[in-house]
């Protein structure tokens, strides 16, 4: 089967700059063409649910001059891309937490979503300003408000309804998580919602990813068995 929902880790841009002895930002501008394309590729490829992991709530630590780069393409990547996303039918999410960002950043983030809710066409979810921690501890204050109030009961309180609090509300878990770079971890990114994806490792850098890269992934995906703890329909039958 093919995955509904893929979320890539997009990885590697600093070391792909440097083994050209080019600046940092010249990877992460690398990185932004390597987003458009995956865009692209993965509408062609069938897929529904694209999320992209683009800053974390811990890059904040990288040198000043860093986070500016990274904060200036993503307006560049709205401002420019915006439009033809629409075009496309492409839904465009965001995901992480926002109250700390640049007004007119907030802004573009809520134009694109703004823009493109009524699109019936592939979902492409930016995870900005994102980590999971902080999203879940956001989530169990709102939820935790809520029973305060009164609105709703502890014992209500299921995997499900506490979903609903998270900034995922909505989509769907992702079935195929795809890091590059061949660093092996999660870096604090859909804790919550990977709890049974299936994760693919790449040793490319991210601005090198390609549209073979990406349908390996998916062959590589469609040949994993997934239990969900339970056991097969075949084995169920020994
Ligand atoms: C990924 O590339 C982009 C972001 C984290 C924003 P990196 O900047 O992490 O590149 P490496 O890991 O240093 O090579
Ligand atoms: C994860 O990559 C964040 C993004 C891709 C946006 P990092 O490069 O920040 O992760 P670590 O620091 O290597 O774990
Ligand atoms: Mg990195």
Not at 13 to 29: K, M, Q, S, T
């Amino acid at each position: 089967m093919k995955p509904a929902h893929v979320a890539i880790i997009m990885d590697g841009n600093g070391r792909w700059a440097e083994a050209r002895g080019l600046p940092r930002r010249a990877g992460h501008r690398a990185g932004v063409e390597a987003l458009r394309k995956a865009v692209r590729n993965a509408g062609e490829l069938g897929i529904s649910w694209l999320t992209v992991y683009a800053f974390s709530s811990e890059n904040w630590s990288r040198p000043p001059s860093e986070v500016n780069d990274l904060m200036g393409l993503l307006r560049l990547f709205i401002r420019r891309d915006l439009a033809e996303l629409h075009q496309n039918g492409v839904r465009v999410r965001i995901v992480g937490d926002r109250d700390n960002l640049q007004p007119d950043i907030k802004a573009l983030l809520e134009e694109a979503e703004n823009l493109t809710a009524g699109n019936t066409g592939m979902n492409l979810v930016i995870a900005f300003n994102y980590g999971s921690r902080d999203e879940i501890l956001r989530a169990a204050r709102a939820a935790l408000k809520d029973i305060e109030a009164g609105r709703t009961g502890l014992d209500a309180l299921t995997p499900e309804r506490f979903g609903a609090y998270l900034d995922t509300a909505g989509i769907p878990d992702p079935d195929l998580i795809i890091r590059t770079s061949g660093e092996q971890r999660l870096s604090n990114f859909l804790l919550w919602q990977a709890a049974y994806a299936e994760f693919v490792f790449l040793p490319c850098l991210w601005p090198d990813f390609s549209r073979d890269d990406l349908a390996a992934a998916i062959a590589t995906f469609s040949e994993r068995e997934r239990r969900f703890g339970g056991v097969t329909a075949r084995e169920a039958a020994l």
